[in-house]
């Protein structure tokens, strides 16, 4: 049976189906099916309206209610300069201590950081990495968690496998084989990292500060944003990556199974010396 689940998820994981999906979610027209289609997948997915702008009837395209924005009178997000904040919806399905180059995608199955990053750091300082599901039902933008600079990022990985837990538990290196957008931030407690991670019919990896990936190479940026601030999104669920050092790191404030709202504290930064 794990042959054939396998088989399914490799067949599905090809990016050009991927891509003829993202173009079919962005069809508007005949805008009374479309208007039909919507209604009956926020219905199918128990999606609650009240905290976004509008209602399903003002998204013309599947597209575009996938990536709905919140309401801000109704959920505002608050900014906390002594935290550090979730930067999407979703549960976190891994939240460990890592201090060498291995990380859990489920419970027997490990990959990387370094082949995920695409980059050699030094794990022996002690990151902490929490990996966030993102459902088909939750809100898909992501936001800034702390007051930082974006210093570079790397467009890379050239799969799109589903990311549920059906795949992580059937696919070896699930993250590193999938197409991802990998970007460091700096901030004024330390460097650390925040992977979006695509998955099958996720139509695209949006990211604010470019327009064109650029594949394979660790391309500079130096762009400094607020707390909150949004940062792109994915045209449908996917998985977010975090890799913070520890010493970064005063109390966690969640834990692993924890369902999660964007905004919400993560974790209490240390008390440290600015610098101006």
């Known amino acids: 049976m794990k042959y054939v689940i396998y088989f399914f998820l490799f067949s599905v994981s090809f990016p050009f189906?991927?891509?003829i999906w993202g173009k079919l979610v962005k069809i508007r027209k005949p805008a009374s099916v479309i208007r039909k289609i919507v209604s009956l997948y926020a219905d199918y997915y128990n999606?609650?309206?009240?905290?976004?702008?509008?209602n399903t009837a003002d998204y013309d395209s599947l597209s575009r209610f996938f990536t709905r924005p919140l309401d801000e009178n109704i959920r505002p997000l608050e900014k906390d300069a002594g935290s550090f904040l979730s930067p999407s919806d979703g549960k976190i399905t891994v939240l460990e201590?890592?201090?060498?180059?291995?990380a859990t995608q489920v419970k027997g199955r490990t990959y990387k950081m370094t082949e995920l990053l695409r980059k050699e750091i030094n794990l022996s300082e002690g990151y902490c990495m929490m990996t966030i599901y993102l459902s088909p039902?939750?809100?898909h933008r992501y936001h800034v968690p702390v007051e930082s600079e974006v210093v570079s990022y790397i467009h890379t990985g050239w799969r799109l496998f589903p990311v549920n837990k059906l795949s992580a538990d059937s696919v070896n290196n699930l993250f590193v084989r999938n197409e991802r957008v990998c970007v460091k931030f700096k901030s004024g407690w330390g460097d650390f990292y925040f992977v979006a991670v695509g998955a099958a019919f996720v139509g695209s990896i949006k990211m604010d500060f470019y327009t064109e990936p650029v594949e394979g190479k660790w391309v500079t940026v130096?762009?400094?944003?607020p707390q909150n601030k949004e940062l792109g999104?994915?045209?449908m669920g996917s998985t977010i990556i975090l890799v913070i050092?520890?010493?970064m790191i005063e109390e966690l404030k969640v834990k692993e199974g924890d369902v999660i709202k964007a905004g919400q504290p993560l974790l209490k930064l240390k008390q440290v010396?600015?610098?101006?």
């Open 245 to 247: 050092p520890e010493k």
């Open 222 to 225: 130096n762009r400094k944003y």
């Open 273 to 276: 010396k600015r610098t101006k």
């Open 47 to 54: 999606i609650d309206m009240s905290e976004y702008a509008g």
């Open 17 to 19: 189906l991927s891509r």
């Open 233 to 235: 999104m994915f045209e």
């Open 97 to 102: 201590s890592i201090v060498a180059d291995i």
């Open 137 to 139: 039902r939750d809100y």
